[in-house]
């Protein structure tokens, strides 16, 4: 699915990304956790070929090769789902505006068929209630629940998140991991880069640590398995409720480095099956 | 989805609406100096053609001339020049005589000494200097003719005159596509790169060029379409005014107005593609 292959990636004398390779398979969830510039977000870019290796080889499915046809390059971002740390909605648009957007790009749909894809998105994303609503009428929680409908409206084969709990306060950090977890539960892959081990074990996938631009190792890092296993707060907890009935059995227990009086929701409601239609979804 | 490519023009047009009122008067201030050369060059035509209607060879005969010579001859030049008219003796002394208008000075005349003549009308093609030039020396050495006239200075002078105009237009043609292309391409790379957290977006989500650019060139071609038709309705005022205070001026044809308002939107097609393609690769990596 996703393969890189010794790649290196120079920004000038600065080196992000140092003889790095690994592999992940479909459905796979992968984590990367690393400090900050440590080259999670490199590594995220050259997936999406926003940028281009120095050295080495990256595959995202059939897409193969250091620099991509701008077509073949939007048709590869296309197959693939981002969710990013601040959001990228267009502040002038309304959630379901945004979200139909990343349907339309894809030039398959009419706009009768836009409507329902839309709104099924939504529905997983527990906002069919503020699909009107502008994102600065939304809370930083809610804003990241509709980038990630938008992520997942064309059903990717992978989902990239970049940091996605990165803005968020603990209560939305934990609605958003429930989400995310839920998701993968439904088959798509998710590779998730950040800087939180939290996040990163409560994920549920393989970690694979980076450090100055190179794999440091799989695991979470041994500071974390003393962590405090957080647990739900109340808060969590009612808006989990809230979730579509048909929400899946997830597990969302988030663990906090030592000293992290945060707490992450635990396990989510129980999600759909893959390709289950959503209640009231038209 | 072609609806959609119009909502998002409409849409960037309403919020970037300075920009586009911007180049919608700077482009119909172009279209309209364009507009004035145009009226002025198309009332010269249509004077010309006037002017050119009646451009005619005159062959005077020699008096020795038979009845059957002169018909033979009639047919002839109808058939390599054009139509002739034949004027007698007696008909060109009293054309004469009505022009000159005074009679005591024409009964100082005792006999007509104006010769009967051909007067032919050229034939479209043959309406320009060199061509009258040849049929002019051709005809003469036709054995009943006398001489031939055509008032050769005066048809060079109106053939330079006409390259004039056509060249004039030619130049002003240039200078304000230019002009549209420049406002256009400008107006579009401020209008994406105000635009360029959402055509980012876009591109990160996987929009092709085609798709970020549609609605701009719609956009930039309705601009085109708005400012052509407002310069149209500004040179309409000043003909219907020139025309009440000066002097008779017609306005443009429709074949005219079509290829005026065809030609902005295309060159406005032409910019917005050239804009596009090069911002869109700064913009939408």
Redesign the interface.
Known sequence: MITFEHVTKRYGERLALDSVSWHMDEGECVVFLGHSGAGKTTLLRLV?H?THPTAGTVTVGTFRGPRLA??KR???????G?IYEDF???N?RTVFENVA??V????RF??AEVVPRVLYALEEAGLQQKQGAFPSELSAGERQRAAIA?AIVNRPAVILADEPTGALERHSAGEVVALLKRIHAEGAALLLVTTRPGVAEAMGGRILRLDDGRLAGEGAPPATAAATTATVTAAARATLAQAPPSAGAASTTVAEPPGGASAMPPPGPAGPAPGAAPGGAP | ?R??FFREAW?SFR?HSGIAYTAIFSLAATLTLCGLFLLLAHNAQVALRLIGDRREMVVYLRDDVTTEQRDALVARLAELYGGATYVSKQQAWDEFAQQVGDPQLLESVDQNPLPASLRVRLRPELLNFPAMQQAAKQVSEFPEVEDVRYGGEWVRRLDELSAMFEAGALAVGLVVALAIVFVIYNTLRLTVLARR??VE?????????R?IATPFVIEAVAEALVAALLALGILLGLQQAFMRQVVSVVFLSLPWVAGFVVAAMVLAWLAAMLALSRVL?AVG?
Do not use: N, P, W
């Open positions: 999406t926003e701008r077509a939007a048709l590869l971002r296309r197959t693939l981002i990228r909605l267009l002038d957007l990343a339309r790009i894809t030039g009419v706009d938008r | 989805m609806l959609y849409r919020k957290h959402q977006i876009m591109s990160r989500l996987g929009a092709t060029d798709f690769r990596s």
